[in-house]
């Protein structure tokens, strides 16, 4: 959500739009002491900021004004097409990386690798402020870690006319969720609408962890063990495997769930897909449509993945002083920048809950509720799920989804792996 975010369930809409490229770990540090964007007008030192490519038009020359309206330092930001991640984790291990750069997390080992520093100063007094899902991932230790820019969220697209014709209401359980797919799906047959969209896999690319959170439970405690060895993990993933088994779901689409193509032409009357499809939906659709948090299951209560780059101050920087009163500046005290990055090229939530429940556009109808969800029923992958646990649990859902293979023995496979990982991070 991103991530979200960029991670797992919150791949956020503008990684996803970043034009592929893939460049070689030579080629990453050959072009880290490269000029791609214009530097700042400022006085002082001379201050590297590195951004992944977002794909939204526009983005790129607004962070370029941003860096150019600061005074105190002479800003140049570099937009890094590409495998984004892999290139920063080489350039931080160099003296020619950046000073300030995105960061998807940031991850467990550049925190306990020493490779950023504790901006914790810079956000302090005004922490609260933040969605506290999104801010949460970027503490360790007691300390803040990365300042968070803005929110990528998933939601539950609903075609009020299509649920109404086939008598169903909005699902508020994934048992409604399950039936509801089934009857609209048996529903509207002549005309080819399926019930559910979740994306041409099934879903298990895109849901990840939500279905556990909407049981009531977590991918990792607060006390670091794994926090789906529970019954309740089998029996909510096994209900999503009946969506597919029952054929209710939509597959083989012309774009997969990021888009929401499917749900605008009638072949779907719900889909799961993210803020940012809202102002597409709103222009073909007017107001017959509604968004929900995926429904809870048992015990549980509705889930909403989320996710938010941060920005971080690399700890090679020789002026991390004035990099992290850059960060400041940006991200903690320029809430008009904030809200123009978030709103302005794309369509997200600002990172700040004033910032969102302020913002003209985030006030009335769906991206209202959409905030209140966020902040409300936000989750977000934690630090210490790591890429090999999530690995591991994605394989296991493509499994019980597509397969119908046994919740209860995958998930088993996925604990020992999990529990493993999480020991191999303690001893770091």
């Known amino acids: 959500m991103t991530r ?4 797992g369930f919150g791949i956020g809409r503008r990684r996803l739009l970043a034009t592929a490229g893939g460049a070689a770990l030579t080629g990453v540090l050959a072009a880290c002491g490269s000029n791609t964007g214009r530097g700042g007008k400022g006085s002082g030192p001379a201050l590297s900021q590195w951004y992944h490519q977002y794909g939204e038009p526009g983005t790129e020359a607004a962070v370029k004004r941003y860096a150019a309206a600061y005074d105190k330092a002479r800003v140049t930001v570099q937009w890094r097409p590409g495998d984004y991640d892999r290139q920063t984790a080489a350039a931080l291990l160099t003296d020619s990386g950046p000073d300030v750069f995105e960061v998807d997390g940031p991850r467990l080992d ?3 690798g020493g490779q950023i520093v504790d901006v914790t100063e810079q956000i302090e007094s005004v922490k609260d402020d933040f969605n506290q899902a999104v801010l949460k991932p970027k503490i360790w230790d007691g300390k803040i870690w990365a300042v968070p820019q803005t929110i990528d969220t998933q939601l539950l697209f609903y075609r009020k006319s299509l649920l109404k014709a086939a008598g169903v209401q909005p699902p508020q359980s994934v048992d409604e969720l399950v039936e509801a797919a089934k009857t609209l799906t048996r529903h509207h047959r002549k005309d080819k609408v399926k019930g559910l969209f979740l994306g041409n896999d099934g879903g298990a690319a895109v849901l990840g962890g939500t279905p556990l959170f909407a049981a009531g439970l977590s991918l990792i405690t607060e006390d670091g ?32 769930w990021s888009d929401p193509a499917a749900f605008v032409q009638g072949l779907t009357a719900m889909q799961w897909s993210g803020l940012w499809a809202l102002p597409q939906v709103k222009k073909a659709l007017g107001d017959d449509f509604g968004v929900l948090p995926f429904p809870k299951d048992g015990a549980g209560k509705p889930a909403v993945p989320v996710g938010a780059y941060g920005s971080a101050v690399s700890a090679r920087s020789k002026h991390q002083k004035e ?5 400041k500046w940006l991200w903690v005290d320029g809430t008009d920048k904030q809200e123009d990055f978030a709103l302005s090229y794309g369509f997200h939530i600002p990172a ?12 009335e109808g769906a991206a209202a509720e959409a905030v209140r969800f966020a902040t409300d029923h936000g989750f977000a992958e934690p630090l210490l799920w790591t890429t090999a646990s999530r690995t591991a649990y994605q394989d296991a859902l493509n499994h019980i989804i597509k397969d119908g293979a046994n919740p209860e023995t995958e998930l088993k496979a996925v604990v020992r792996k999990v529990n493993s990982e999480l020991q191999r991070a303690k001893k770091k």
């Open 4 to 7: 979200d975010g960029g991670t």
């Open 110 to 112: 550049q925190i306990k």
């Open 225 to 256: 063990k794994v926090g789906f060895d529970d019954p309740a993990a089998a029996r909510v993933l096994g209900k999503v495997r009946q969506l597919y088994a029952d054929g209710s779901l939509l597959l083989g689409a012309p774009t997969d």
């Open 323 to 327: 990099a992290k009163a850059f960060v």
């Open 352 to 363: 700040r809950i004033s910032l969102a429940k302020k913002a003209k556009q985030l006030q």
